[in-house]
């Protein structure tokens, strides 16, 4: 909102109240105010460096890095809210994020949707969803080291535009790429750690964001044992977000 929009509905706040009191007007100071800052979308959107989620999407699309970009069919660059409370980061897409172009649409997709519902979370309101590597490695491998290194600027770029509240990361290779470690997922989960973003681009300093890791959704479909714990580390995140 403008400060001169600001100025005009004060006005006629004051002007309602003063008549609803005892209909008389009374003459007042107008208050100062300034213009908001920028359209809250945009400013999300574009980051301090002219970067912004279409034009890394878009460099994605583009991307030969790697040699991932000869076998995918789509490059999924992510998708979800442009000021998530929480992003999601997966490993890579799979066969059906490949073709479509988006993460997490699959099976393990589609539990993945339930499990954030379950601690009110959303794609479509409050989470952004991204993988460490935005092709698909061939017959569901991990990502190597190499493909996460050559893919990690781009997610840089999403985190520094995005600035979430929280990041949530999907099984061991998004945890152990982002926390930068060889620890086992069955380590790593239900913990919060700080993750303090890499700026490439401006040197810019961001406050350390709260990580927290979990099972795939993959590895539940695979093991209903490992229900119960993710489900404990969801909470221990809801708790965090609605204290
Ligand atoms: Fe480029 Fe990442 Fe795709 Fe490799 S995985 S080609 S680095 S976008």
């Known amino acids: 909102m403008t400060a001169e929009d600001k100025t005009r509905l004060a006005a006629l706040l004051d002007t309602s109240g003063d008549f609803l009191r005892d209909e008389h007007w009374r003459e007042r100071e107008a208050p100062l105010f300034e213009d908001d800052a920028a359209d809250s979308v945009a400013q999300t959107a574009m980051g301090a460096g002219g970067d912004s989620l279409e034009t890394i999407a878009a460099d994605v699309r583009e991307c030969r890095v790697c040699g991932l970009c000869g076998l995918r069919i789509l490059p999924v660059p992510g998708e979800g809210v442009r000021q998530p409370l929480v992003l999601v980061i997966g490993e890579a897409p799979g066969s059906e994020e490949d073709e479509r172009g988006k993460p997490f649409v699959g099976a393990a997709g589609r539990l993945l949707d339930r499990m954030l519902a379950s601690i009110n ?26 493909e996460t290194a050559a893919c990690a600027p781009f997610l840089a770029r999403q985190i520094r535009i995005l600035r979430p509240a929280y990041i949530l990361c999907m099984g061991r290779i998004a945890a152990q790429t982002m926390l930068r470690t060889s620890e086992g997922i069955g380590r790593l989960r239900g913990k919060f750690f700080d993750y303090t973003p890499d700026c490439p681009l401006d040197n810019a300093v961001i406050a350390p964001i709260p990580l927290i890791a979990t099972y795939h959704p993959s590895a539940l479909l695979r093991d209903a044992n490992l229900k119960r714990p993710a489900w404990e580390d969801l909470k221990t995140l809801l708790a965090h977000i609605q204290p």
């Open 121 to 146: 979370l959303s794609r479509t309101t409050n989470c952004f969803i991204t993988n460490t590597v935005k092709c698909r490695p061939p017959g569901n491998r991990d990502p190597s080291p190499q």
